[in-house]
């Protein structure tokens, strides 16, 4: 997960450095946001049946995107499930790992950008397939990427994303 999220959030500019909650590595950081996680985040992990949420969420109070993002692993476990069944075990952890990866660049990008709204493509799109979560090649658009981009304020130290003390 750490790698793939690397890549995508370097491609628009941004640098990722992972801390825990409670670190005070992240104290000093230009920009924060938090991704947390929902249910257990395992290619063994249980699906939910809840068909009505979505892979994550970001929030959003009086209209404004806040830094705050939250994985649903029960709705991404179901989502790749009965591909990743059919996988060695190495490579279900790996894939599974890509999957949550794109899950959250998506959210970062929402939070990045300040918007609800998404792209016509690529990793900012509104809907994922399952083989977009798992697919060699996704990224953000071009077009997508000129925003994020336009984001960035310093270069040197452009951002900074935390998880939970769990460190998946």
Excluded at 16 to 33: I, Y
Excluded at 142 to 158: F, I, K, N, W
Aim: include cysteine.
């Amino acid at each position: 997960m750490k790698r793939e999220l690397t890549v995508l959030m370097r491609s628009a500019g941004y640098r990722v450095r992972w801390t825990n909650a409670g670190d005070p590595a992240g104290d000093s950081a230009e920009f924060l946001a938090v991704v947390a996680v929902d249910g257990t985040c395992s290619a063994e992990g249980e699906a939910t049946n809840d068909r009505n949420v979505s892979l994550a969420t970001t929030h959003v109070t009086d209209g404004q995107v806040l830094p705050f993002s939250t994985i649903h692993c029960g709705v991404l476990n179901r989502s790749v499930a009965s591909t990743l069944a059919k996988e060695h075990a190495a490579q279900r952890d790996f894939l599974y790992g890509r999957a949550m990866a794109r899950v959250a660049a998506h959210e970062l990008y929402h939070i990045l950008v300040h918007t609800t709204g998404h792209a016509r493509g690529g990793v900012a799109r509104s809907c994922f397939s399952t083989d977009d979560l798992l697919t060699e090649r996704f990224e953000f658009e071009g077009a997508t990427l000129a925003r994020l981009r336009s984001r960035v304020t310093v270069p040197a130290t452009p951002g900074t994303i935390a998880e939970d003390a769990t460190d998946r």
